[in-house]
């Protein structure tokens, strides 16, 4: 069965990722797929529309936190995609925890499965997107958490290896 272009994407399963950045004044967060392009150096490449609060704010500060997604975060997730930061503070409005970074400004998100802290390098634009490739500075990862993944725009909890 032929797939509609706008569903192509979905084909590709990915993690859940919640980027973080705060600038001089505002903070926000939002929902983004993210892929990583090395492991050495912990190179990931993420895309933001240039007219979002998020993308604004990674350009005034150079960093962003991708809070890798935890299995009990997916109503945040789900939220986090509808609401535009430029309407609301959306930490407030969904009562986010954060964790004060070990080396970036911008926060992580409390309850996530990991969290790695990003420097951009350089970015791209295409289309109304901007592509960001960042280094990873600083990372953790709450071993305890159960990561989140996502699939023809369903949400899959990432509990037992094979292989």
């Known amino acids: 069965m032929e797939k509609k272009m706008s569903e192509v994407a979905r084909q590709v399963p990915c993690s ?22 090395s492991e050495n150096p912990a190179y990931f490449v993420v895309s933001v529309a240039r007219s979002t609060t998020t993308g604004q704010l990674i350009e005034e500060s150079a960093e962003f936190v991708l809070n890798i997604a935890a299995a009990g975060q997916v109503k945040l997730a789900k939220a ?61 990862v709450d071993e305890k958490a159960v990561p989140l993944a996502w699939l023809n725009n369903r949400y899959f909890a990432l509990e037992k290896p094979v292989g």
Do not use: Q
């Open 16 to 37: 859940v990722v919640l980027l973080s950045v705060a600038g001089k004044k505002k903070r926000d967060a939002m929902t983004a797929t993210c892929m990583f392009v």
């Open 80 to 140: 986090l995609g509808a609401t535009h930061g430029d309407r609301v503070d959306k930490f407030a409005k969904f009562k986010i925890g954060i964790e004060k970074s070990k080396v970036i400004a911008s926060p992580g998100i409390k309850g996530s499965y990991a969290f790695l802290e990003c420097r951009v390098i350089t970015s791209y634009p295409v289309g109304k997107y901007t592509m960001y490739l960042a280094e990873a500075v600083a990372s953790r």
